[in-house]
């Protein structure tokens, strides 16, 4: 039944949850519409196999079944418990269901975590009840769990969707928004393996749970739903695995939701909320939605077709405008519709209509019966060049349409190519339901708008193509001096620093071999000059103070200095201007190469809750506000993924060199992401680290400015 | 019955084509599944309240029908003619229906314009008798029109979708695609009041039958599929009439085509295919889908429901979940759910259940009754800060859920702002049906899934947005001589020029105002030297030939030349370096004044068939290609388009000043796209144009590179 991912993964409370031998309700009602009543009919109404315990203090039986006053007074053995009681009697009947032996509890109530400390209080009090008898708890303030398999059409749940068997299985944090997918999946015909909505989520994750229907066999592909991630490192190592076995479809919530928190750097700022959950989907090779119809259709898609094996597609038509339609929905969601090779359109010739088109997309007409369906099928099923099929099928009065709908089944059965359909109908005509019938039955993908069906489609394609992705390989690169920079962050933190200086920033770049515009960090004018002379002119002068994080908005920069008296009359101009700030702390300067006619990059990091640093790239100086041309990835990065940020922001073009401008040096650049990858790996404190901007020559890369933010001590830091 | 858009306007033709007082269909046939009696078979089933008059050489009667050999053996008056017939004889047939009368006549045979030239010989000789009896042809290779009217009954068409009555109006180009929207409406309870579908298009236009539509009252909404408009201009104008008085949704398929012809200017290979159609739309006011599925479930919000005054949403459910949805959906395409103001949440919270979230979104919370939901929508309907309403709903068993549906249907019956229902249950429950028929009959529209209802909602808006837009008023500036620009024109016209040399490029920008560097065009080194000391140190030089357009590429442009010497020794050594260029023409060069530290911005023009000229403007120099950050309008422009434009490319804070930069002269640059906008109108040869760059200071703008290609003389120009 189960293929465990590793030996130590078997789960035998998930097992209790999905699989239970027994049911006990406690809280089972006689009154109609109570969810302890629903509990109950729901068991009986999908044809439980094992048996069921209502378990209520005043009455004798409910809906035709033995009830028993209390837990210890069934006489059976009891697997799982649903609780439907006050949230006040939830930790003592907890120990009544480890006495009894329960291995899980479906806790339906509400009135705990969310309500606050109290019940929060309740909430560990039963935990501890729990985790004392080896008992795993679904919920609080859950719906609970489906499984349809026909040994044990198991429902317990109180919502009133009963599901067909099928090989979709679903999770979802809220119970309202997995009630509407399963209702969506049931409206279109797919069928569910199982279900689990987790509330609260106090004990079983939505980790584990798709860990658990990664193992079951029967779960062709898992739909899940999030607001987002709890502990996003290991949702993303268990997703990994699951992904390289069977397809994984997600939608995330709460996408315009904006955090409250102020970042002060860009890459917190550009980030955002969600980010995180964005870029943990895409690296787990999940296939992620924002439109939750788009989501159930592609499910339909993945429960019975293959992925295919490249984006290649062949559109098989008996219409025109609604191939048209398909073909803009193909190439507009990442599928190509190529023309199709010599020897195909021969075959096609031979054994089409004279009026057919011969192209991609393929027109039999509208007149075209079974046999040239069938032909033109086994002709692009036979093409190496074509990875995908969509058929485009209208029902033309004239035309044996079960017969071509058989010939639809049969390519799809042959499971050589996903091929999907857009079947375009009247289904008030019984003939028409029954041409449906064929192609539902034979497991064919029917959408009735042809851009759904290129959605669904390409959403098969999707999963693919990032596993396809190469491997995150980070390299320990040479020049690294680890133990010089934990001291430099250990003794800044020491001395409550959050927002390093200059001279720290520079220290810090430099440990992890950063490159940087020569520079130091001077007190008065006359070390400015003479640092200026053995650095070499001509040269920039920026004050060095936390207060002033934007130096150029409170004008402490000076640029184009050509000389030693230049740079004097400067930081002698800069201290009495900024005497202001020099009350709060002692002023000091930064005299640093001034560097010239490299393009603007930025390389940034920020710290995200859980799964250690976002890595970003983009465009820099001011086109970071003004263009925001910037892309993100999770650290640790190596050279592979460098290189794709890279070649992912719009401007990338520049990068490569464009009208007779030289390519830049990108492995300079990528060079640059490699080591900020390291740097925040070896110092999680890290909070915001931004390279504004890093100039990039035709040879070499130099940071030109940097800040860099330490989480406040307080913080409590991983590592 | 018909509101005319003006006197005029009233077309007795396309009355009698979707008015008809009796139809003959030559070509009738008792062949099931032959169109031929489908189209006897539709009138009949649909209930059409004139005679139909089979003709039918060999047939006595059909389907019940007494049949007649030939049209002038029909007893009866002939208003519509539907034709089913080889191509051959629909001539000589339509000299007929002009004796008999007929005022229209339906082409439904194919074998025309589509198959080349003998098929558009026969297509030229039935229109030219039709015009001789005055009769207006529906097709040829088309499906027809249908009538819902209850007085009418009118199916003239051999689909099998019938649909229910209601207000939608549908045309579209491609019979298969108006099949399926059609059936995409009768599928989700969508009345339809008429259809067409006008195949090859020969007389009546899509652009006629749009005005047709908004010309009847009974016509609230138009749906509009095209794959290309024949006439941008006329349909422009006949759109706007129409969305001033009742909203138009549209499709353009054929997105991802692109065009064969090579563009060798920016402007035009930027604005690809299509882009007419989209700006046309957009100027009219025409609310545009790219998805088939969205069009049509706007459409049934359109159908019942008011257009919103604002963006303003508020989301009322009785589920957590779907509303977060609902919310990421309507934020993401262009409407607001802000916080509700005290007024509002203190009715509220005297009203609702004390665990009610008051928040934007109100959840009711799942125990709600009938009573919560009336005093929430009431309260929201007055709410003057909310303009929209959108009730996310799902059917818990313990409600009355039908008295709900009762509420909804009575908030969305007041008409005072648009209401749209995400409606969650489960329709094999009769109680549930009961609940959607409540809501359906109530003219509620109804989505299985939240983003669908906040989708067709946000569409809602999108016309009345479009028309807030200010009005397109082209100023004639100042400093124009059209007189002199004709002349210019007309000469390199006559010389048989295509690309024009600087001198003519300088002159005719010059006569429109446009601001430019200072340059001259002169042969030799001394005359440069000469030219540029009256311009002014520094100058580059540029060589002047219709052979080097992208002159970087060739090496002929020399920067930074600071004295006459140097303007000499340039000269000379491009002479030397480019000999092989003056075999084909003499050699002429530009020294123009070296401008510098300006924002590089383009502007341009392309001549787009049938509309005028597209004007674009964006980020110039190398971004044009790195970033395209441009945008189009269709020309003329006046004040309001120009500088809307600088407002919406990506880059648009550049302009406004960032980071302590000084804005920019906007004002400048509006103004050149301005005098752009008079010059192609005025010059309406002008292929191509090219302001690139076009360098903007805080003060002031100038173009220093122009290239204005013409349209080859053998074009067609109109004007």
């Known amino acids: 039944m189960r293929i465990p991912l590793e030996p130590e993964a078997v789960d035998a409370g998930l097992d209790a949850l999905f699989w239970p031998r027994s049911v006990a309700i406690v809280g089972a009602s006689a009154r109609e519409h109570a969810i302890g009543h629903s509990l109950v009919a729901n068991l ?41 009681v006050p949230a006040a009697q939830v930790p003592g009947l907890m120990a009544q269901c480890g006495a009894k032996g329960a291995r899980a509890v479906i806790i339906n109530s509400a009135g705990f975590g969310e309500l606050g400390d109290e019940g929060l209080r309740l909430q560990h009090a039963f935990l501890h009840e729990a ?37 979709v299985s679903l999770v979802a944090q809220s119970g309202g928004v997995g009630g509407f997918i399963l ?27 798709l860990r658990y229907y990664g193992q079951d066999e029967g ?27 069977k397809p994984v479809l ?19 700022a550009l980030a955002g909320v969600g980010r995180v959950t964005d870029l943990v989907f895409e690296r787990a090779g999940i296939v992620a939605f924002d439109d939750e119809g788009e989501l159930i259709r592609a499910a339909m898609a993945h429960a019975t077709q293959p992925a295919p094996r490249g984006p290649r597609t062949a559109v098989l038509t008996n219409t025109g405008g609604p191939a048209v339609i398909a073909t803009d929905a193909l190439v507009s969601h990442g599928l190509g519709v190529p023309p199709l090779g010599d020897a195909t359109v021969q075959r096609l010739r031979a054994a089409l209509l004279p009026q057919a088109a011969l192209e991609n997309p393929v027109d039999v007409i509208a007149t075209a019966g079974p046999e040239h369906f069938r032909a033109a099928l086994q002709a692009l099923l036979d093409d190496d060049a074509i990875d995908a099929l969509l058929v485009a099928f209208v029902t033309p009065s004239f035309t044996d349409t079960q017969a071509i709908a058989r010939e639809i089944v049969a390519a799809s059965a042959q499971q050589r190519k996903p091929l999907v359909c857009n079947f375009m109908t009247d289904l008030t005509q019984e003939r028409f339901r029954a041409t449906r019938a064929v192609l539902q039955d ?16 390409a959403a098969l394609w999707r999963g693919p193509r990032l596993r396809q992705r190469p491997e995150v390989r980070p390299r320990r690169l040479a020049g690294i001096d680890a133990a010089r920079a934990r001291a430099i962050v250990d003794r800044a933190r020491a001395l409550g620093r959050v927002q390093l200086d200059a001279q720290d920033v520079y220290a810090l770049l430099a440990c992890y071999g950063v490159p940087l515009a020569a520079a130091q960090v001077v007190d008065d004018p006359q070390a400015a000059a003479a640092a200026a002379r053995a650095i070499g002119f001509p040269v920039v002068v920026k004050i060095d103070t936390e207060a002033a994080s934007h130096k150029s908005d409170v004008g402490g920069v000076v640029l184009g200095l050509r000389d030693e008296a230049a740079v004097h009359a400067a930081v002698s101009a800069l201290q009495e201007r900024l005497a202001g700030l020099a009350a709060e702390a002692p002023l000091r300067f930064l005299v640093q190469a001034q560097l010239s006619g490299g393009q603007e990059l930025i390389v940034g990091a920020s710290r995200a809750a859980g799964v250690g640093h976002l890595l970003m790239f983009g465009l820099g100086g001011i086109h970071v506000e003004v263009l925001g041309d910037v892309v993100f990835e999770l650290a640790p990065v190596g050279p592979a993924q460098a290189a794709a940020m890279l070649g992912s922001i719009r401007a990338a073009a520049l990068l490569e060199g464009v ?44 940071a030109v400015d940097a800040r860099i933010r330490l989480a406040p001590a307080a913080t409590p830091t991983p590592g």
């Open 219 to 245: 779960t062709r592909v898992v739909v899940l739903y999030t607001e987002g991630l709890a502990d996003p490192a290991a949702f993303l190592e268990v997703a990994r695995a699951v992904t390289a076995r």
């Open 131 to 167: 985790r004392r008898h080896g008992i795993r708890v679904l919920g609080p303030n859950c719906q609970g769990i489906i499984n349809t398999d026909p040994s044990l059409r198991a429902y317990c749940n109180f919502t009133n969707t009963l599901p067909a068997a099928g090989g």
């Open 442 to 457: 034979g497991g064919v993908p029917c959408f009735a708008y042809p851009g759904d069906a290129a959605r669904a489609l």
């Open 659 to 702: 009208r007779g401008r030289p390519a830049l040096d990108r492995a300079a650049v990528a060079e640059v992401i490699e080591r900020v990858s390291c740097l925040v790996q070896d110092l999680p404190e890290i909070e915001e680290l931004d390279l504004n901007p890093l100039l990039v020559w035709p040879e070499g890369a130099r």
């Open 250 to 268: 997600a939608m995330r919530a709460g996408r315009t939701e904006r955090g409250a928190q102020a970042a002060s750097s860009h890459t917190g």
């Open 183 to 209: 209702q969506g999946l049931a409206d279109i015909g797919v069928g569910v393996r199982m279900y689990a909505s987790n509330g609260n989520g106090c004990d079983v994750s939505i980790t584990e749970i």
């Open 44 to 84: 009986q109404a999908f044809g439980y196999r094992g048996p069921v315990y209502p378990v209520n203090p005043s009455a004798s039986q409910i809906r035709g079944l033995a009830a028993y006053p209390g837990l210890p007074e069934v006489p059976g053995e009891v697997d799982l418990v649903h609780l439907v």
